[in-house]
């Protein structure tokens, strides 16, 4: 018993440094600006005001609705995406299998920045500046995408082969043996990949900035820097707000899913 005392004081004391800056954000967000550097944990002034500036500001809800969208389109394109090319990779043999795997791999070694300025220059060609479009398809055929694709070829290479064998005796076809079969499996790794891949999508900064130029079509961490006086100075108490209501729906989905993508990610990775 006194182990256990001993052991929970511990973690709670090593939860601290995790916890403290969520708890300084969101009560932060409910004092006046001059008193938001001020040492105190809990406001002395109570106020609901900033949170009230953040919709009248600018279109916050828009803003709102544009990322989660956006996260959910990217998310369920970057699954079909991921689920088909790693199972492909995974369980199918062709010439060249293994190459053509590494270069798909080397796609994690480019950094977003290298490849920006050619990026925007192919979608401005399109007409697709300042529009949504290029965050959704970068994402979703990107870096994100590539490191997904690996989750999911390692988990379909640790499905028995005799599974396979026995659909193929029922008269199962490829099509219906990656539908039927393998995706029901997989949902471990699915849901690592969804989860990894929604949060990337929600907190993507560079590319909104770049590609976008209309308030009513900006992301939240893009929305999240205009919120300023007139004289350009910070309005720390009103983007503190912003911040709560973007980060806190974030951490309930990971606190509730935590277990999914722990248990996605235990199940690949180890072979192959």
């Not at 379909?156 to 193929?168: D, G, N, Q, S, V």
């Amino acid at each position: 018993m006194r182990t256990k005392v001993v052991l929970y004081g511990l973690l709670l004391v090593l939860c601290v440094p995790f916890v403290f800056p969520t708890w300084w954000m969101v009560t932060s967000s409910f004092k006046p600006n001059a008193e938001i550097f001020s040492p105190s944990l809990w406001p002395s002034s109570f106020t609901a005001e900033p949170w009230r500036q953040v919709f009248t500001m600018q279109p916050f809800a828009q803003q709102y609705f544009n990322s989660a969208y956006i996260a959910v389109v990217v998310t369920i394109g970057t699954l079909v995406v991921a689920s088909m090319a790693g199972y492909a990779f995974a369980r199918i043999r062709f010439p060249g299998q293994n190459v053509l795997f590494l270069v798909v791999l080397t796609g994690l070694l480019i950094p977003s920045e290298v490849t920006i300025v050619p990026l925007f220059r192919i979608f401005n060609s399109l007409g697709m500046v300042d529009t949504h479009w290029p965050l959704i398809l970068v994402p979703m055929l990107g870096p994100p995408s590539v490191l997904a694709t690996f989750i999911m070829r390692q988990f379909f290479i640790t499905l028995p082969a005799e599974l396979e064998e026995a659909a193929r005796i029922d008269g199962l076809g490829r099509p219906a043996i990656f539908r039927r079969i393998a995706l029901p499996l997989a949902r471990p790794a699915l849901g690592a990949v969804a989860i990894f891949t929604f949060l990337h999508s929600w907190n993507l900064y560079l590319e909104p900035v770049v590609y976008l130029s209309t308030r009513t079509r900006y992301t939240l961490p893009q929305a999240l820097t205009q919120f300023t006086d007139a004289y350009q100075g910070q309005l720390w108490n009103v983007q503190l707000s912003a911040a709560s209501m973007t980060a806190i729906p974030v951490l309930i989905v990971f606190v509730l899913a935590q277990r999914q993508f722990i248990e996605g990610l235990a199940h690949t990775g180890l072979k192959g």
